[in-house]
């Protein structure tokens, strides 16, 4: 396993892994056609952009053991970060997405590109990110990294339901990138 910045080749690849990944964690909180309806296509469109962008850094989990590659599947984990997007939540960056194909969870590759993105966003003094409240896997997990749930609760028109996530925080002088002393 390699951990790389995405280049524009990746776009596919981290599009199906999205699509799986949303599937697999999604099952029972989403509705089923939304799931159905996710297309390789439009996502690695989606994604394409990122590359582009100055403003958004995304790393990859790519498969160099040649594990996934039978299933389909050369990228098995990524993360995305950047500006943030919601500027009435007062934090300059956020972490957008963090996916681990299913297969691949529980095997540290969530934290090894946590602290990747972490890493490259030092220079703040705190950042978000947001969790879908009925995620208690990935609420649990950031927990443990050391975010805090803020209590705030964003809901967004997601084509035919509203979803709602909860907002956490990673405060730099909290955490564990903290560069000075006490």
Not at 65 to 70: P, Y
Not at 119 to 145: G, H, M, P, S, W
Not at 162 to 180: H, P, Q, S, T, W
Request: contains cysteine; proline residues 1%; charged residues 25%.
């Amino acid at each position: 396993m390699k951990v790389r910045k995405m280049i524009a080749a990746d776009a596919k690849d981290m599009a199906k892994l999205h699509i799986a990944t949303w599937r697999a964690t999604y099952n029972n909180i989403m509705p089923v056609e939304f799931l159905a309806n996710l297309l390789v296509e439009k996502m690695s469109k989606n994604l394409e952009k990122i590359i582009v962008s100055e403003d958004i850094t995304a790393y990859v989990v790519e498969d160099t053991g040649g594990q996934c590659l039978n299933s389909g599947y050369s990228i098995v984990g990524d993360i995305i970060v950047g500006k943030a997007r919601d500027d009435e939540l007062g934090y300059s960056h956020e972490i957008f997405a963090l996916n681990i194909l299913p297969t691949h969870q529980k095997q540290g590759l969530g934290k090894v590109l946590l602290n990747k993105a972490l890493e490259n966003l030092a220079f703040c003094d705190k950042i978000y990110l947001k969790v879908v409240a009925e995620n208690y896997t990935a609420r649990n997990f950031y927990e443990k990294q050391g975010f805090v749930d803020t209590g705030k609760i964003i809901k967004s028109n997601c084509s035919s339901f509203i979803l709602k996530e909860c907002v956490y925080e990673y405060n730099f002088y909290r955490g564990m990138y903290y560069a000075g002393s006490f």
